[in-house]
């Protein structure tokens, strides 16, 4: 059973970066059928879609965060990593790891992490 | 981008009642739309993929139909544990685009 675990420090302070891991187990992270994704939820709020990276380290970005975010992958750890800059209050969520399939005609993340809060502050 | 609208953001049933969830998109995504539910303080939970495909494990009183724009999921008989937010994701076009969720609450 694969699973995702979000990992990094729960407080960043305002103008620095965040950096979170997600490791994953259970599967492999180099496959050809699946993307790793992470998505934030600022409290009380909606879902958002951050940005997207293959096994081979090819991405997709929110073009809202473009300038901001970095996503890498180490296959040789079975993690992935996102780092986002310039952090502001805004940033503040929850941020989740999700593996998504990308095999016709199945798109979508069927698997997530348990999510990790991330506040913003000094 | 592509933005997905949601209605209603917010409704209340009763166990048993049939409800139904709709999410339109401002451009078409063919088929390529998924519903997550997600329980307070839990991570989403893949529901229906392919606008209309029941994920692995899910009760079949969820269903969703739709193509193109107009998208809708229904849950035929309301039971304790679907309440819940409920979001849709265009997964067509980057960037992937959320709707803004609907809380389905207890009357």
């Known amino acids: 059973q694969l699973q995702l675990q979000e990992s990094g420090p729960g407080l960043v302070k305002p103008s620095e970066t965040l950096s979170l891991t997600c490791t994953v187990s259970?599967?492999?992270?180099?496959?050809?059928?699946?993307?790793w994704g992470w998505i934030r939820q600022p409290p009380g709020r909606g879902l958002e879609w951050i940005g997207n990276?293959?096994?081979?380290?090819?991405?997709f970005y929110n073009p809202s965060l473009k300038s901001r975010v970095t996503i890498i992958v180490d296959t040789s750890k079975s993690q992935f990593s996102l780092k986002l800059n310039s952090v502001t209050a805004a940033d503040t969520a929850v941020y989740y790891c999700?593996?998504?399939?990308?095999?016709?005609?199945?798109?979508?993340?069927?698997?997530w992490g348990q999510g990790t809060v991330v506040t913003v502050s000094s | 981008a592509i933005q997905m609208t949601q209605s209603p953001s917010s409704l209340s049933a009763s166990v048993g009642d049939r409800v139904t969830i709709t999410c339109r998109a401002s451009?078409?995504?063919?088929?390529?739309l998924g519903w997550y539910q997600q329980k307070q303080g839990k991570a989403p939970k893949l529901l229906i993929y392919?606008?209309?495909s029941l994920q692995s494990g899910v009760p079949s009183r969820f269903s969703g139909s739709g193509s193109g724009t107009d998208f809708t999921l229904t849950i035929s008989s309301l039971q304790p544990e679907d309440f819940a937010t409920y979001y849709c994701l265009q997964d067509y076009s980057y960037p992937l685009t959320f709707g803004g969720g609907t809380k389905v609450e207890i009357k």
């Open positions: 392919a606008a209309s």
């Open positions: 990276i293959f096994y081979n380290g090819n991405t």
């Open positions: 259970g599967g492999s992270i180099s496959s050809s059928s699946y993307y």
């Open positions: 999700a593996r998504r399939i990308a095999v016709a005609p199945k798109y979508a993340f069927e698997i």
């Open positions: 451009q078409g995504v063919r088929n390529d």
